[in-house]
């Protein structure tokens, strides 16, 4: 249940990568400095992000700050999963955003991200198509695709802060103890998810009891 830092390598010339992890039976509890948007695919799973357990249905769309601790969102998930994960280099937000006035808003996102933002409605559908066509096309564009992105992602409303205070890896190493019974908690309780999905209600699929309250 050890967390681990992640280390991120990217290729010469290019800001960010985009790939697509399969993680399905490693428990992989981590953080890194780079901040990640991830598009997870699945009838059902559970999303662990700082300090907030909740479940999703169907799809989640999901922006996760600098040195957040955070569970791949495909644990155990046995049924068909896809996902995709943008990375982007640790000093995205420093050389490439700050420095541009134009930039505010993104800026602010960014800066919040370590709350986890969970994105919904219009704003996942159109960002995750542009996701994909990141995919195919070359370097410049793709940056400019990523900062399109962004602006979309800034100016949505269509947007859940998952966690209220601030929960990078320097408040984990001042709460150990007690995210060690977390950990264990949703190591021995994962596979209830099936079960749990059939006691929620279908129009809050967020919310249930067979998930703990810390």
């Known amino acids: 249940m050890k967390i681990q830092k992640e280390i991120i390598d990217f290729e010469k010339g290019k800001s960010f990568k985009l790939?697509?992890?399969?993680?399905?039976?490693?428990?992989?509890?981590?953080?890194h400095p780079e901040i990640e948007l991830v598009y997870v695919e699945a009838i059902n799973g559970i999303r662990h992000i700082g300090k907030d357990i909740s479940g999703f249905t169907n799809s989640d769309l999901l922006l996760i700050g600098s040195n957040v601790p955070h569970l791949n969102f495909d644990y155990k998930i046995q049924t068909e999963c896809?996902?995709?994960?943008?990375?982007?280099?640790?000093?995205?937000?420093?050389d490439i955003i700050d420095p541009v006035p134009e930039f505010d808003d993104i800026r602010h996102l960014l800066e919040r991200s370590y709350l986890g933002l969970s994105f919904s409605g219009d704003t996942k559908r159109i960002v995750v198509e542009k996701m994909h066509s990141l995919m195919t096309t070359g370097n410049f564009d793709s940056l400019i695709g990523l900062i399109e992105i962004l602006q979309i992602l800034a100016n949505s409303n269509e947007v859940k802060e998952?966690?209220?205070?601030?929960?990078?890896?320097?408040?984990?190493?001042?709460?150990?103890?007690r995210m060690g019974t977390i950990y264990d908690?949703?190591?021995?309780?994962?596979?209830?998810?099936?079960?749990?999905?059939?006691?929620?209600?279908?129009?809050?699929?967020?919310?249930?009891?067979?998930?703990?309250?810390?």
């Open 19 to 31: 790939f697509s992890p399969s993680l399905k039976d490693c428990f992989f509890w981590h953080y």
């Open 82 to 94: 896809r996902q995709m994960v943008l990375q982007m280099r640790e000093n995205f937000l420093q």
């Open 162 to 177: 998952l966690n209220n205070e601030d929960t990078r890896i320097k408040w984990f190493l001042n709460d150990k103890i």
């Open 185 to 214: 908690y949703i190591h021995e309780n994962y596979d209830k998810k099936n079960e749990c999905q059939s006691h929620c209600s279908n129009s809050k699929p967020e919310y249930c009891g067979f998930l703990p309250v810390f």
